[in-house]
């Protein structure tokens, strides 16, 4: 009876340490790739080593595996989370290192039986972008922050295939590279994209002619009456356009005669229209409002945009649904905020409406540390990148920065530092291939996968059988 007993399997210490470092590795590797380090040419490598882990053993380890590496890449590269959510910011993480662990799990699960290598590591690729997708853009959790194709940044493909398109090209590189016979494409891929990071495309230079002058006012908490006066001591010329962060008169200024005539007085005096964060009250209760991107010229009102992307566990009152830009004497003018220009979809629906430069006030507290004020500005080109437009932007503790049509910075405001900004922009009235057509590349991955993971599952079960 005795040796019916199954006795349990000896743990290998040695294969088991292997696992850990080679997860801690991928894990810092992931995290040096994004600001502040922002060593981005090792995200090209960056998940190697857990990919060479979860290749073998069992579906369970795998799973726990990338949730491991999941937790110390998020933990590390979003250690601000705990300036806003204290101790709960540790589900969070595990929330989002989930993904990692879904995708190793099914990753495992084809990983020993495929036996085409060259079809699995394009799907291993269009698998993880697809559950990035997923949790970016989908899930009620949405948080498109810390992506391969953020690391990488702006390059030549963006307003071709766009951040998604990114990320697959860069997970490819890291999936060919642990097999023999595909090698030979992650070393090809994996030099072009470390080529087309380094030589990005060239800085957009203005028409002075038909130019728009415009300025971005960084500062945090101050009075209506500080904004008018740190503009007007910082204004050296003639302006078109200023932009003020988001929040920065947090009430409804409408209702306010004095201080609309200070703010119409300004645009007199500046000969410019004015484009700064408000609210609009629509009832009683605390949610019954709306966070507002008000635009105001000398004879008063010209537009208002409500925001449609509200920050997780904030109170931000109701979303707003019209992407429809706001016609002005400088142009068809779309104007987003904050979190609004995160996800890929506001931006390029209201350039398809026919915006043809983007206002982005934007609210980035000091308290939530520089990192991540760096990391969110990365958002910010990649959308100016995606659809061919100029974006001013104007944050709180920063960054504000002038984008031109490529994502290249033309003006920038580092964190935690009051100041002004000014340069010129440009109306633009082409359209992108992802605006019109790229963005549906990640649908495209999310189909290829899930006619790839029924294809094998059903060729496994009919083995089985």
């Known amino acids: 009876m005795g040796d019916s007993i199954k006795k349990p ?3 290998n210490f040695a294969r088991f340490l292997f696992s850990i470092l080679c997860v801690i590795l991928s894990g810092i590797l992931v995290s040096l790739s994004f600001p502040p380090f922002n060593i981005w040419p090792l995200i090209l490598v960056a998940w190697v080593p857990l990919l060479l882990v979860v290749s073998r053993g069992s579906p369970r380890k795998a799973f726990y595996l990338g949730f491991f590496q999941g937790m110390i890449a998020f933990g590390i590269s979003l250690f601000w989370f705990n300036f806003i959510f204290g101790m709960a910011c540790v589900p969070l993480f595990g929330i989002l290192a989930f ?25 291993s690729a269009a698998l993880w972008t697809s559950i ?43 999936a060919s590279l642990i097999f ?10 994996g030099i072009a994209l470390l080529l087309l990071g380094i030589f990005k495309p060239g800085v957009v230079t203005p028409s ?35 932009v003020w962060p988001e929040y920065a008169v947090p ?29 609009t009250i629509t009832g009683k209760g605390e949610s019954d409002w709306r966070n507002t991107a008000l635009v105001v010229g000398k004879n008063g009102v010209i537009g208002e ?50 915006a043809e430069f983007f206002a982005a006030p934007s609210y980035d507290a ?17 959308r100016a990148a995606e659809n061919g437009r100029w974006i001013v932007c104007s944050a709180s503790s920063g960054v504000s920065q002038i984008i031109d049509p490529h994502g290249n910075i033309q003006k920038s405001l580092p964190p935690v530092r009051d100041g002004v900004i000014q340069g010129t922009i440009e109306r633009r009235t082409g359209f992108t291939f992802y605006t019109k057509w790229g963005w549906l590349f990640p649908w495209m991955l999310i189909v290829f996968s899930l006619v790839f993971t029924i294809k094998e599952a059903s060729r496994v079960i009919w083995r089985l059988k």
């Open 208 to 242: 002075v002619n038909e130019g728009i002058r415009v300025a971005a006012v960084q500062r945090e908490d101050c009075f209506i009456e500080d904004y008018v006066k740190l503009t007007e001591q910082n204004i050296k010329r003639k302006c078109d356009l200023i």
């Open 305 to 354: 945009y409500y925001k449609m992307r509200p920050v997780h566990f904030f109170n931000e009152g109701i979303p707003g649904k019209s992407y429809k830009p706001i016609l002005t004497e400088l142009g068809s003018m779309g104007v987003a905020i904050c979190f609004d220009c995160d996800y890929t979809e506001v931006m390029r629906k209201m350039t398809l409406e026919g």
């Open 251 to 279: 009430y409804d200024v409408r209702n306010m005669g004095k201080d609309m005539d200070l703010l119409e007085n300004l645009c007199e005096k500046t000969g410019a229209m004015l484009v700064f964060g408000t609210n």
């Open 99 to 123: 993904f990692t662990a879904l995708f190793c799990l099914v990753f495992n699960l084809f990983a020993k039986k495929t036996q085409n290598r060259l079809l699995f590591v394009i799907f």
């Open 366 to 382: 000091v308290g939530w540390s520089a990192r991540q004020h760096l990391q969110h500005a990365a958002l910010f080109r990649l």
């Open 9 to 11: 399997a000896k743990i």
């Open 180 to 189: 023999k016979g595909t090698r030979w494409m992650g070393a090809f891929l």
């Open 132 to 174: 990035e997708y997923y949790r970016s853009e989908w899930f009620f959790l949405r948080f498109p922050w810390i992506t391969p194709g953020v690391a990488l940044g702006t390059t030549r493909l963006s307003p071709f295939i766009g951040v998604y398109g990114a990320s697959f090209l860069v997970f490819l590189v890291s």
